[in-house]
């Protein structure tokens, strides 16, 4: 498959790699036809898919399985109404109808959404509004539903923007199509007369930033193939791989490692849809399905450790690679000695796809990023746009003078303004500052803003703080992130409280907060640490000294 697209498919050194990798990109690509239906001609039974859950069912899908169930629930959405252009939001987990349904949106030219199911009602309003979605997709389990239809009702029931409501079982309540149930009525899929342009938006995720809500990234056509370079080379995959990336759906890492790059490998991949992380179960899993390449962020892999490693079989396992974070020497030394195997870091942004990566001809230095990939020209910038010298730290720039990269974002949709932030002088600015060494290898320093990365997820302060600002006992409050040795950063919370609740600081009422940004918002961006403080440290023009709240 690869050769499709690569003028030269092996590689010696990472010289070579970079020198010799050129991408071929075909007028009209569409990832759904010009690749998956071709593995379904080429390869029909050939495994695309091993979906596995915690209640112990195993489910194999075929190449031609993905082909006849994409082109199957492609028929039922266009019978739904659904059409090319149509924002559609997949709220899914680790369902299988995920990979089903995102081929189905490719094929109708429709813009998938994905988005993580920890999100409430309110989050999802706002989703729903600033992108116009059309039609939901989600898991039939009440949170979710429950969500989805208090979002809606709230944005006008059906008068609103949102005019189909699909669930995927085992719950379907009145309002929702049941897709099971119903897409064996659909008539045959037909593909759209109306070829699509490498340019229209196929994919869109919601991603925070450290102030304002969060923005739209938007994808074209063209950015499957970006992955290329993440599945074959990164992972280092092939058609005898079996491969398990550990990201929910609604997160960007999902089409880094369980989508594009992979199966434009002609690897297979492991999905296990699990209600709660569990190491041990994760390890069971590789011995007994033979998983033989794991990706997953060092968070993961600090718990995976802290296991015996030797009551488990992991001798199919042959690759692992690593992004999100820094990785600890710690952990790097750790699964050498236990597994023999070498971790591989990889570095990249919802915005992008693989930026820096440390590749199979590379030597890993923990806690480095690695080398650019060979389709991006990366620099390291000053804020005067000056290249860095040595090891100076500077900001990670992508080169856009002569166009934008194979991989890289359209741009932040309806928001010219935001996107001009980080997109202008001939670079897009990542935001991320990091140094080089002698041998050319980047390594992460921080964010030149405040976005707070806890346990794989990214946090927003200012989302975390306009739901604090929500409770009747806080008057003023700054979120900040704290280093933690195994979950990266903590959320902090420094808060100042009204003089009702003056009296009231303490245990209790920390939890009482906690609780509180809990049941508003996606759990994960609770604060675990509750700071009462009596003002926040500000400079002469107001702003909060961030800074300084994390010194303390």
Excluded at 79 to 97: A, F, P, T
Aim: aromatic share 12%.
């Amino acid at each position: 498959m690869i050769e499709r697209f690569l003028e030269k498919t092996s590689f010696d050194s990472i010289e070579e790699f970079r020198r010799d990798y050129k991408l071929r990109i075909p007028d009209g690509f569409n990832f759904a036809y010009d690749v998956m239906d071709v593995w379904a001609a080429e390869n029909p039974e050939k495994l695309a898919l091993l979906w596995t859950n915690d209640e112990g069912a195993c489910l194999r899908f075929s190449f031609k399985d993905m082909k006849d169930l994409s082109d199957k629930a492609a028929a039922y959405y266009m019978s739904l109404g659904i059409g090319k252009g149509d924002m559609v939001m997949l709220i899914l987990g680790r369902r299988y109808e995920f990979w089903i349904t995102m081929l189905a949106m490719h094929k109708i030219g429709a813009v998938a959404i994905p988005a993580t199911h920890l999100l409430t009602d309110l989050d999802i309003v706002y989703r729903i509004r600033k992108a116009g979605i059309k039609a939901i997709v989600c898991a039939g389990d009440q949170y979710i539903l429950g969500n989805v239809a208090k979002a809606v009702q709230s944005c006008g029931g059906e008068y609103g923007p949102v005019k189909t409501l699909v669930s995927v079982g085992p719950e379907v309540p009145d309002g929702f199509h049941d897709l099971h149930k119903e897409w064996d009525k659909a008539p045959a899929f037909v593909r759209p007369s109306v070829k699509g342009s490498n340019d229209d938006i196929m994919l869109m995720y919601f991603t925070s930033g450290t102030s304002g809500e969060p923005k739209m990234v938007a994808h074209d056509m063209t950015y499957p193939l970006g992955h290329l370079a993440t599945g074959a080379f990164w992972h280092n995959l092939g058609p005898s791989s079996l491969h398990l990336t550990i990201a929910d759906t609604g997160w960007g890492k999902a089409a880094w490692g369980k989508l594009y790059g992979q199966w434009l490998a002609g690897a297979a991949l492991f999905v296990y849809d699990h209600a709660r992380f569990k190491a041990e179960d994760i390890l069971e899993l590789i011995g007994k399905y033979g998983i033989t390449s794991l990706c997953a962020p060092p968070t993961v892999l600090r718990f995976l450790i802290q296991e015996d490693l030797a009551k488990y079989d992991l001798s199919s396992l042959k690759y692992l690679c690593t992004a999100g974070e820094a990785l600890n020497s710690v952990v790097y030394d750790t699964m050498l000695e236990k597994t023999g195997l070498k971790i591989h870091e990889g570095y990249g942004q919802t915005e992008s796809t693989l930026l820096l990566g440390t590749f199979p001809w590379m030597e890993p230095k923990p806690g480095s990023m690695g080398l650019p990939s060979p389709q991006y020209d990366i620099a390291l910038l000053r804020p005067d746009g000056a290249p860095v010298k040595g090891r100076e730290v500077g900001e990670i720039c992508v080169n856009v003078k002569n166009g934008k990269p194979c991989g890289l974002f359209k741009g932040y949709l309806n928001d010219p303004e935001r996107t001009a932030k980080v997109w202008h002088d001939g670079w897009y600015h990542t935001c991320d500052m990091a140094w080089r060494d002698e041998d050319g290898y980047f390594w992460f320093v921080g964010r030149n803003d405040d976005i707070i990365k806890t346990s794989g997820y990214r946090v927003s302060p200012f989302e975390v703080e306009s739901v604090l600002m929500m409770h009747p006992a806080i008057v003023e409050c700054a979120v900040t992130g704290v280093p933690d040795p195994l979950r990266g950063f903590l959320v902090k919370a420094s808060v100042v409280l009204t003089d009702t609740y003056r009296s009231k600081a303490g245990a209790d009422l920390a939890k009482e907060i906690q609780t509180f940004v809990k049941r508003t918002t996606a759990p994960y961006k609770y604060p675990r640490i509750v700071e009462f403080v009596d003002e926040l440290p500000k400079t002469i023009s107001g702003k909060i000294r961030r800074v300084e709240l994390r010194q303390s």
